[in-house]
């Protein structure tokens, strides 16, 4: 089964960045669509943004214009750059991936935290 690593979380002032990384012990691109979800006690999973093939990409509205997605397929890496962190975006996030023709993430890492304070 594949693997899933997250990295990058940690502690930092509003308005300050982050850049999580998910470290895919198979192809990004056989996975076909690399996610990034978070998820706060008592609420429900959000997805954050994804992005399918290495290539194209879509986001959550409370992100974008903060928040980018991206990889490298070289290294089976999906990074997710977070701008201009608010409070609000304090949880857990969690790294998914999926198999070309499954509509649902069959991997999921096991998150880091994000906190941002101010």
């Known amino acids: 089964q594949v693997q899933l690593v997250e990295s990058g979380g940690g502690l930092v002032q509003a308005g300050a960045s982050l850049r999580l990384a998910c470290a895919a012990s198979a192809s990004i691109f056989s996975l076909n669509t690399m996610a990034w979800y978070r998820q706060a006690p008592g609420k429900q999973r959000a997805l954050v943004a994804t992005i399918t093939n290495g290539f194209t990409t879509n986001y959550a509205d409370s992100v974008k214009g903060r928040f980018t997605i991206f990889s490298d397929n070289l290294k089976n890496t999906v990074y997710l750059q977070m701008n201009s962190l608010k409070p609000e975006d304090t949880t857990l996030y969690y790294c998914?991936?999926?198999?070309?023709?499954?509509?649902?993430?069959?991997?999921w890492g096991q998150g880091t935290q994000v906190t941002v304070s101010s």
């Open positions: 998914a991936a999926k198999e070309r023709g499954r509509t649902e993430y069959s991997y």
